[in-house]
């Protein structure tokens, strides 16, 4: 079996904001089933303070964190201290679970060192400016393709405008 996919997903304000304080900064529930949907079954790379603001192991899906603590060892997760080992952790974890792509899912830092590896990313455009202190990485938008989009209103399980985008990089 060949190399899985990267896959990135994150959601991201109009101002690039993607975090505060560690924690989601809007409630888009149609944006949380979707990445459910994406990543079930499927490892997810995450940095130590993404992981804490989740605060557990998702369910169907194998943890791989980035941490340089060597004290940091949740149950239930995969810790190593370099993105190297995450992808290569991730990969031998994901070609054992059957899974049809690594995920990367945050924060920040972790997205901006996993970018030049991304096969694919998976946003969602939130049609908001919020105050932030955790930004997605501004990234060559030629070197990917817009393979999908769908656009959908604030509603009662969503407080603000969104998009979903895809996007496949260019080979």
């Avoid at 949380?32 to 995450?46: D, H, N, Q, S």
């Avoid at 557990?56 to 190297?84: A, M, N, W």
């Avoid at 992808?87 to 830092?109: C, D, H, S, Y």
């Amino acid at each position: 079996m060949g190399k899985l996919p990267v896959v990135l997903i994150a959601a991201i304000a109009d101002n690039g904001v993607i975090g505060r304080d560690n924690q989601l900064i809007w409630r888009l529930r149609t944006d949380l089933r979707r990445f459910r949907e994406l990543t079930m079954g499927c490892p997810i790379i995450m940095g130590r303070k993404t992981f804490l603001s989740i605060g557990k192991p998702l369910p169907g899906r194998q943890s791989v964190v980035l941490s340089r603590d060597p004290q940091f060892g949740p149950d239930g997760v995969y810790v190593v201290p370099t993105l190297d080992q995450a992808l290569e952790t991730a990969q031998r974890l994901g070609q054992a679970m059957g899974a049809r792509a690594v995920i990367v899912a945050g924060g920040g830092e972790v997205y901006a060192q996993a970018l030049p590896f991304a096969d694919r990313l998976e946003l969602t455009f939130v049609h908001a400016s919020p105050e932030g202190d955790a930004i997605f990485p501004a990234f060559d938008r030629s070197a990917f393709r817009e393979s999908a989009r769908s656009e959908h209103p604030a509603g009662p399980e969503d407080e603000h405008a969104f998009s979903f985008a895809s996007f496949d990089k260019q080979v």
